[in-house]
C-alpha cells in the first residue's frame, strides 16, 4: 500500500507540473476554463477527487501486477503504456469526439495520462 501511496503522489505531482507551467496556458485556452474559474472552484474537492482517482489507478495496477508479475521495471512500464494508451488515452478520445473537443486538449490530457500509467507501471513493478 506504500507504493500506491507514494506512486499516487508521484503522478498527482507530475500533474501540477503538467497543468501549470508546462500546458497549463494550452489546456485553459482549449478548455476555456479561466484563471477567475480555477480560483472561485471548490479545491478540496477538485484536488481532492482527483488524488483519489490517482489513488485507484495505481491501485489497479499494483493488482494487476500481483497476477502478471512483469521482471523488470521496463516490463511495468510496457504495461502501464499499454494501460494509459489502449484504455485511458481512448477512453479520453470517445469523451472528446461526442463533446466536440479539440485534438490539441486531447495531446495535453491524452499524453499525461499516457506518462503517469508508464511510469506508475515501472515504479509499482519494482517495488514490491
Known amino acids: ?6 506512486t499516487t503522489f508521484i503522478t498527482f505531482g507530475i ?6 507551467f508546462l500546458f497549463g496556458k494550452v489546456w ?3 478548455t476555456g476554463v479561466t484563471d477567475k474559474k ?6 478540496l474537492v477538485t484536488y481532492g477527487g482527483s488524488f483519489i482517482c490517482f489513488f485507484l489507478f495505481n491501485l489497479f495496477i499494483s ?4 497476477n502478471l508479475e512483469p521482471k523488470t521495471w521496463l516490463d511495468g512500464a510496457l504495461i502501464g503504456f499499454q494501460i494509459g494508451f489502449l484504455i485511458n488515452i481512448a477512453s479520453v478520445a470517445i469523451n472528446y469526439l461526442y463533446q466536440y473537443k479539440s485534438v490539441k486538449l486531447w495531446f495535453v490530457d491524452g499524453g499525461y495520462q499516457l506518462i503517469i ?3 506508475a507501471g515501472a515504479i509499482l513493478s519494482v517495488w514490491k
Open 117 to 119: 500509467m508508464t511510469l
Open 38 to 43: 480555477i480560483s472561485e472552484g471548490n479545491m
Open 28 to 30: 485553459q485556452k482549449e
Open 1 to 6: 500500500m506504500l507504493a500506491v501511496l507514494i
Open 63 to 66: 493488482a494487476l501486477f500481483k
Open 15 to 20: 500533474g501540477a507540473a503538467w497543468y501549470t
